[in-house]
């Protein structure tokens, strides 16, 4: 399989308690199998139709995604936490594809 591109964006530091912003973007076609192929079929079918994110293994965000989400899947979300951990990015699609990615997430007083 060729190499996933992924932007995740965290903030370096939250404080204790604060509410911050993580932005991911995972470099995905997103070919929904109605477009035609130049033969007179059409393009396969392939989504990712799954996303969920972790903090240190409990799920704090998941979507389900459908063939009218763009190439490129942008997805953001506000999460709030108490301590310091690894979140844990995962993403799921058609024809067996599953990729995941880890983000240290430093928690201050």
Known sequence: MAT?????H????VR????FEVRVTLGHPMETGHRADGQ?????????NAFECQLDGVT?????LYP???ANPYLAFWLRAAR?????????????FAHRETVALVVSA
């Open 4 to 8: 996933v591109r992924t932007l995740i």
């Open 10 to 13: 965290v903030p370096t530091s």
């Open 16 to 19: 204790r308690g604060e509410v």
């Open 40 to 48: 007179g079929g059409t393009v396969a079918r392939d989504i990712v």
């Open 60 to 64: 704090v965000f998941a979507a389900t």
């Open 68 to 70: 009218a989400v763009a």
């Open 84 to 96: 310091s951990g690894t979140l844990g990015f995962s993403w799921r699609g058609d024809r067996g």
